[in-house]
């Protein structure tokens, strides 16, 4: 991983005016680095938004049509168009949208009536974030410990747990854990002990009730990153330093979280990108399966029920969310391994 | 009009071993054949792709029942004589259901990496292969594509599409084809490097023949591997939007939809949610298993 090009462009073919403006020191190519970044992440969320907006208005049908039922009569359809903007062309609508994002206005729900989205996602939020935080949690340690862990012991009996863990983690769906979960805990556990005991299967709220959803949404990326972290500990416990470190009579202790545990680790911080990406997927899946009034499932509602400024603000929110993730981990990259190059 | 080459007396005693010589392809399989878990994956695969294109056959038959008749006066029962499995909540064979799951989740699995190997293959080989301004233009686009969580696209564009197989099966490949795109143009840029590229430069091909020929041979092998592990990657997405009730729609057997039919009665038979989530496990993880297989079978590193 040494010498990584990390950011938006590749290192070639850099212009004379830039090596003109090359700063002088590594804390200013490292501000300007950050600048360069956020800067990427104009475009990027403005393509989002683009393509997510077209894809809207690319769907057939207008928002008012009612499956099955009584249609709206088309003096009322004129009279909603209206309110939501839908009578301007597309550009315009899209021009509008922008510059309401930039005022965090993400327009009216259509499936709420009378509702904001912003006003629907802050409701939303801190059921969502407190799973993401409390799940986020559990897999750094327990990723990073089950592959150290079995790294150190490699081919022992330890080893195979983990690792038959981390592939059972990775292959079965969150959705089926989450449903099995349900099953033993909720729906077993209650008939053996007679209806004394038993995990909570819906719902939230800050007790017993956290447990299944954030061990199913944690599952998978702690699986994923135990899997990295072995890999990249037996890759450095070969290398020479950690002979010699052994060699010169270092404590185990010394070793393992010196020279070992620090240099595994770096590939790992990549890593965290993803499973930022990871918890946004998992939060969808997790809150449909334990009904938990988050971000996820109001996204769901909203697909199913063609809420498209609430799939639109959701995107884009979801999208930042990832983008800053992927951003701060690559500024902590930086900072972590020395050798990385800043383009 | 080859040079008369003198021939040197053939040598029929040698004091040293040759190593048998076998192609790449003869030794990724012996080396696959060795890994006990991948070839046990390979085996249900196989039996899974039997049973889905057999599985309408079985019922004409009779072998096995209707996936989509219901009996409603055996809602929900458990596994009998009649029923291997039990029936549903509207008395529909599960065991039969099951077998036509499969059918969705292999085709949505296989052909969706047709649309990254299209899609992700093709822009790959040409931002690696062209370089400059091409490279950049498409990396970039690669970037931004890869902004969207891929769950949240997926389900954004089949609601756009209205449910069904095709457009599920477009709505994943669209979305997740810019992880092998990135692969392919890494493989491409340090193959093209390569001396035996150059030489196939010096002595005139076409970038045609040198792509097909020498590039994307020696790229074959992490791009089989990435393509293995799409399949469970997309079996999940499949589920995961027939699950959410945004995927396959009923009456159709799919393995998210009975899981999602089952919760609704889950208190009195559990099992209705167990077995299809069972059967994604497997396939799954066969998968997982061909891929681990295929990748340490096609690592030169880790060649006799």
Known sequence: MANTAIGGRPARGALPVRRLLAPSSRGAALALFVARRVLWMVPVLFFVILITFTLMH????????????????????????????????????????????????????????????????????????????????????AGIGLGVVAALRQNSRIDYIAMGFSTFGASVPNFVVGMLFIIVFGVMLYNITGGNYSL????????????????????????????????????????????????????????????????????????????????????????????IPGIGRSFVEAVTSRDYPMILATTVLFSVVVAIANLVVDVLYVFIDPRVRLT | MALPIPSAPLVQQQDWDVPE????????????????????????????????????????????????????????????????????????????????????????????????????????????????????????????????????????????????????????????????????????????????VESARAVGSSHFKIVLRHLVPNALGPIIVTLTFGIPAAIFLEAALSYIGVGIQPPTPSWGVMIQDGYQAIYAAPSQVLFPGIAIAITMLSFSFIGDGLRDALDPRMRR
């Open chain 1, 58 to 141: 690319l769907a057939p049908g207008s928002p008012w049509d009612k499956a099955g039922g009584r249609q709206l009569s088309a003096s009322i359809v004129e009279n909603l168009n209206t309110r939501y903007g839908l009578d301007k062309p597309i550009w315009q609508q899209f021009l509008l949208y922008l510059w309401n994002v930039t005022h965090f206005d993400f327009g009216l729900s259509y499936q709420y009536q009378g509702r904001t989205v912003s006003a629907l996602l802050v409701s939303a939020w801190p059921y969502t974030a407190t799973l993401g935080v409390l799940a986020f949690c559990v897999i750094v340690p």
């Open chain 1, 200 to 291: 909570p299967v819906s719902g939230f709220g800050l007790d017993d009730h956290l447990i299944m959803p954030v061990v199913t949404l944690a599952l998978l990326p702690t699986a994923f990153i135990a899997r990295l972290t072995r890999a990249s500990t037996l890759d450095i416990l070969r290398q020479d330093y950690v002979r010699t470190a052994w060699a010169k009579g270092l404590s185990e202790r010394l070793v393992v979280l010196k020279h070992i545990l620090k240099n595994s680790l770096i590939p790992i911080v990549t890593a965290l990108g993803p499973t930022f990406a990871f918890l946004v997927t998992g939060s969808v899946i997790v809150e449909t399966v334990f009904v």
């Open chain 2, 21 to 196: 010589q076998v192609g790449l392809w003869t030794d990724v399989w012996r080396r696959f054949r060795r890994n006990r878990l991948a070839v046990a994956g390979a085996v249900i695969v196989v039996i899974l792709v039997l049973d889905a294109v057999l599985a309408g056959l079985l019922v004409q038959i009779g072998l096995i029942q209707d996936p989509i008749k219901q009996h409603v006066e055996l809602s929900a029962t458990g596994p009998s004589a009649a029923h291997l499995l039990g029936t549903d909540e509207l008395g529909r064979d599960t065991l039969s259901r099951l077998m036509f799951g499969a059918r969705i989740s292999l085709t949505i699995g296989i052909l969706v990496q047709g649309i990254y190997v299209l899609i992700g293959g093709t822009i790959g080989l040409v931002a690696g292969y062209a370089g400059g301004r091409v490279d950049n233009l498409l990396m970039r686009f690669t970037d931004i594509w890869f902004a969207f969580p891929d769950l949240l696209f997926v389900l954004v564009l089949v609601s756009v599409f209205s449910p069904s197989l095709l457009s599920i099966f477009v709505a994943i490949g669209i979305v997740n084809w810019v992880g092998l795109a990135r692969l392919v143009r890494g493989q491409v840029l340090s193959i093209k490097e390569k001396e035996f």
